[in-house]
T-cell receptor, first 114, second 114 residues
């Protein structure tokens, strides 16, 4: 079946540091890939997505590139801010086998210190 | 417009009682999802509704769990004879469809079984 493996957390960085959160996936079809973010006390919201190989999703300074050859969708940001502190979830939706059901990773907690 | 709403926001119940959780999706969204999020863990898929198609119930953990949806509107998740391991945040999400669309999440219902 499908699965998503995320870099284990928690991750603690200083402001303006470079961020990478690794995400790899297993899917039998051609999934769409997503990063969701959950800020403290708030619900999950979409951060960015990519629907086919080599697509790059970007939003709020975050980027992730859909790498089919390495089955990865790593999240990066060049300079994190305290306001980026949140839990980040990698997810996939494999339409060919799961007709819309999404598979989520376990989440990575990011804390950015001033 | 209004986002996904869920009620109640918090529910404390005694072991063995039944509970009903409600989700109001965004108007016009044909797909609706229920997830369970245990403390510090990722999202566990429970059930998925898409339009008038038969729901995908493959994630329901036991026959104590059931869900209904009236057309493309409100959904109710029912847990019968609650157990302590049912304690979690139950999240509802909706999307325009299932073909790679992002999911919009509600704030969740925090269920505590004592």
């Amino acid at each position: 079946g499908n699965s998503v493996t995320q870099m284990e957390g928690p991750v603690t960085l200083s402001e303006e540091a470079f961020l990478t959160i690794n995400c790899t996936y297993t899917a039998t079809g051609y999934p769409s890939l997503f990063w969701y973010v959950q800020y403290p006390g708030e619900g999950l919201q979409l951060l960015l997505k990519a629907t086919k190989a080599d697509d790059k999703g970007s939003n709020k300074g975050f980027e992730a590139t859909y790498r089919k050859e390495t089955t990865s969708f790593h999240l990066e940001k060049g300079s994190v801010q305290v306001s980026d502190s949140a839990v980040y979830f990698c997810a996939l939706s494999d339409l060919s086998t799961n007709a819309g059901k999404s598979t989520f990773g376990d989440g990575t907690t990011l804390t950015v210190k001033p | 417009g209004a986002g996904v709403s869920q009620s109640p926001s918090n529910k404390v119940t005694e072991k063995g009682k039944d509970v009903e959780l409600r989700c109001d999706p965004i108007s016009g969204h044909t797909a609706l999802y229920w997830y369970r999020q245990r403390l510090g863990q990722g999202l566990e898929f429970l059930i998925y509704f898409q339009g008038n198609s038969a729901p995908d119930k493959s994630g329901l953990p036991s026959d104590r769990f059931s869900a209904e949806r009236t057309g493309e509107s409100v959904s109710t998740l029912t847990i019968q004879r609650t157990q302590q391991e049912d304690s979690a945040v139950y999240l509802c999400a909706s999307s325009l469809g299932w073909e790679g669309y992002e999911q919009y999440f509600g704030p969740g219902t925090r269920l505590t079984v004592t």
